[in-house]
């Protein structure tokens, strides 16, 4: 091939020819006009890059748009830039620290100086940036020798970015400028101001220089911008919508767990409701994997350090876990794994192939140092159940256990009505940090992509994101606002079998080395139950309801009559209680309402005569009247399959 | 009343007057001739005494016989003087420590000097004993002054009593002598030798002076002897057969739990077998408590250790605790009780006397440090997981609570085929130590006393025994060789609810204090499945086994309608595999039966043919041919009914 040309990949897997140094913009031209105006930059072999860069060497290319996250870092990372432009005309004086794009938008930290910039000053900057964006302002990079950059800022007063700039290596260091605002800045950017065309600036909070409690407070601007009113709008009214279902506001509400400070941050405490939702999730898994072959196993909280220190995970992790006990001349330490306790299961027998695979589940809880500002609700907390497993099989079983993992991963959410996208996370074949053989590596990546399409999965392959130990699957379920939720991990494992020394004996009588399989389809049962309480805004599918139903006499003389219902629908293995307060039937029936009951039923004179019950579902109102048995047998049937609610079903 | 007359009073209850100063003996003589020849020792106002010490004052008193564990006590405390006596015999220098009765005997530990003493001398010494008690020598209690029994012992060189002696006051020194031998000690005895019938020395062990690693080496003599051989027989085979019992032994060969060097002593690994016996005790009793209204919680495995230093557990029971760990700037540990957890949770909400009884359940895991050298399999460990609850109810409730939680404690029992003794340990009217009200302590052991008349218990009232916090309740079970273990106790307390400020808003809209029961019928699920496998020798019952039938095709051509079978009967959620292996069906027959599985269901060509099944019980053999789908339904109910296996009911 002429060296004037380069071959470009793009993610449908074709490839086209380009002269050396065609630009982003130039590729997305060659496809359409219509890519060319949405495109926001372009990702090549990995990395980000502005669409006016020039590409000299073949590799694999995708146009970035909005509905790409690459995209929208892009996007973001240009308007922290607009924001501080704003700011900069607002306030000649700021100081600016670092801005970068993040999972929702962006923030610059600002040191205002002696200026006070508070909330009510947000709305000022907001316009100022639509009115600078108006003004399509190229954004135009700009190479600079590290004495220049230093120099720039010395002038200016600006002790953060020297600070930066200091650690920076000379013939790295670039500036970008929009308009009357240039910064120091690695890129890349948008071709010009103008696609922002809505932004919300939406909290402000103090953030120490470079994190560092010692260091000046500056003042953190949170914000998110659209490339359309139309967006914003709809992102509000998610944000708007995710406030109302808040697992610490309903987790509260509903009694699912509490905190308490004598017992200690990050360690909740599950109330009983809280206690039903989690057996019943863990009931519901285990009787899926017995299904499929898994043993449960229980195994203690606490171990010698030495277990730790040989799958490598302490000292490794030191830093987010717990600190070690002293036990007789000993150190122990609170799990922060299962999977050293699994493979010392595995090993305690003498495993032959015909024993494989085996499948080690338990519900195990492990114990994580997180730094007390980062706990948050169940989400993020210091000790947490893991619905963990390992299965320990031969290279050729690999595919099909693959396959029955992700199979139960998708059974699991679509329970829930979560929608799964699947990423692979694959070794960079430039990287060497990765251990095992490479050859069984090839074997597995190969072998995933094949379940990969014979599952008929929607996936993305992600190089380079693999762990050290194999490769690896990723589950992101969508919640009912469309919210992204990284949940089950799928590892392969070539590194653990060897620092266990983990054997089997083959049918050739030979010792052969098991391929573990580390997987967790909830991940944790605490977050697991914070993503459920506000995917459901905790109305919970009948299975999961805490209390199924409640049973509301019209009057005191029918209170008999419906105990005799709600023992009934008890014999039938459901939740339900009476509700006999001497209060009007309008009240019983807002409070099983507020209280998010599945539902109410409503017996008086008729009913008792009939034998039938009046029915109310919570959030549809009036269902009609049923034959009481009729009733209580669709009841079962809808709580033992495990329906999702009407409510849920029809978003 | 003259002062020439004492009343007593007798277990019974009924009273009589006696002649001051009359004796054990001449009280059980003016009872009848066969109480006398038999009576070893009294107990009076809960001190044991020797038969022929006068009674000088009113007082309860019961003749203690064979029948009595303080007739046993008094029995074995003779043997050990009559033990050391034998040996003083054949080796007159050897010095000794101290010689106790225990739970099953007794010990002497003895410094034999430079004179070997080993198993085989053990033979010799039963002999020499059992020749020396046919000498009907009397005990002899002597008074001495500290200078005389200093004086006596130094003397003879013997360091070991002098040290004991310098520890004592003067007027409380007693010696005791039986034949040629003199010993110090406080007695009580036996009146004479004679009623030691028969002995065996059953151990050798070393032990440390004072247990103190520092100080010289004694040789730890332990032995047992009974008032008839038939006694020793029957013990010598309980020995026996516990050993094939022993759980260390079965819970390794059935693959129940493990123990692992790497993760620690103490800290056990529950296997797959073991889990699922685990997992359905557990169901087994959350059930029961759902149906009685329990509530469950899940509580995290460390706290600040502010929260044990508010319930006192900390530092009063900090040497059986593990070390607290550094966390931010506090102090964590590892749970020692659950009971500070669930007062958190009580005192979340304001509670009404309308929410009372609260009756919060967990199964929860709490740790605490034992040495390692008295850990044993999984009835002694390091971490353990208590079948816990915790009762707030008011005054008015309690006895109705009490009356609930001992019926439960019944019924589970009832389940596994255990009889029950049960224990009321009440005040001790004279001793200072009790917290909380006077009147509640009255009231409520008045109230137990009657829950225990009504519920027609079998019970025995101790005085004394009542933990500081309330009175309590011990239920000691008898396993399937007559051995007696101490499993759940239900505690009153009244001073938790102090110490964490409980209340309810009473009625009378007044704030009020609950009282709080403990309770926790396995007491811990380690200990219990321990005793378990002992109690069952590993032969589960239907409900419990870890796989409950194994299909046993006569040959391969056989092997898909055994499929087809086990596929049927878990459909039934029965536990069932097909053992298809090219094995003769005597060897598949044997391998189940050393599994100790339940049923072998054995299926050919007949079978096949007429859909009916030939089933073999483990340990009864052939039980003839059924109907496949009738024999399963037979089977299903044995396990839902959670009967008990007919082995184990012929005992």
Known sequence: MSEEFITLTFPDGTSRQYHKNITGLEVAESISQGLARNALSITINGSIRDLSQPINSDGKITINTWDSEDGQYTFWHSSAHLMAEAVHELYPDAKFGIGPPIENGFYYDIDFGDQSFGQDQLEQVEKKMIELARQKSRFQKKNVSKEEALAHYTERGNEYKTDLISELEEGTITFYEQGNFIDLCRGPHLQDTSPIKAVKLTKLAGAYWRGDVNSKQLTRIYGIAFPKQKLLDEYLQQVEEAKKRDHKKLGKELGIYMMDNMVGPGLPLWLPNGTLIR??????????????????????????????????????????????????????????????????????????????????????????????????????????????????????????????????????????????????????????????????????????????????????????????????????????????????????????????????????NDKHRPVIIHRAPFGSMERFVSILIEHFAGDFPLWLAPLQAKVLPISDEFNSHAEKCTAQL?????????DTRSEKIGAKIRDAENSKIPYMLIVGERERENDTVSVRRHKLGDLGTFQFREFSETMKYEAVKRMLPPSSQSN
């Open 570 to 578: 008890k014999s039938y293995g459901l939740r339900v209680e009476t």
């Open 279 to 508: 057996r019943t999730l863990e009931q519901f898994l285990r009787e899926e994997q017995k299904r499929r072959g898994y043993q449960e196993v229980i195994t203690p909280h606490i171990a010698n350090l030495n277990l730790y220190k040989t799958s490598g995970h302490y000292p490794y992790y030191k830093d987010s876990q717990f600190n070690p006990m002293e036990v007789d001349d000993d150190e122990y330490m609170l799990k922060p794994m299962n999977c050293p306790h699994h493979h010392r299961i595995y090993s305690n027998e003498l495993r032959s192939y015909r024993d494989l695979p085996v499948r080690l589940a338990e519900f195990g809880t492990v114990y994580r140092y997180e730094q007390s500002g980062e706990l948050n609700g169940l989400s993020r907390v210091r000790g947490f159940t893991q619905d963990d497993a390992h299965i320990y099989c031969t290279h050729d079983q690999l595919k099909d256990e693959i396959k029955n993992v992700i199979d139960l991963t998708q059974f699991v959410f679509n329970t829930f009505g979560m929608p799964v996208d699947i990423r692979l996370s694959f070794r960079d074949d430039n990287d060497e940090k990765y251990g095992g053989d490479m050859e069984y590596w090839e074997r597995a990546q190969k072998e995933i992509n094949e379940v990969a399409d014979e599952l008929g999965l929607d996936y993305k392959i992600v190089e380079g994101e693999a762990s050290f130990y194999g490769p690896k699957i990723d589950f992101i379920i969508r919640d009912a606002i469309g919210r992204k939720w990284q949940l089950g991990t799928v590892q392969v494992d070539y590194v653990m079998p060897e620092r266990f020394d983990l054997t089997y004996i083959g049918s050739d």
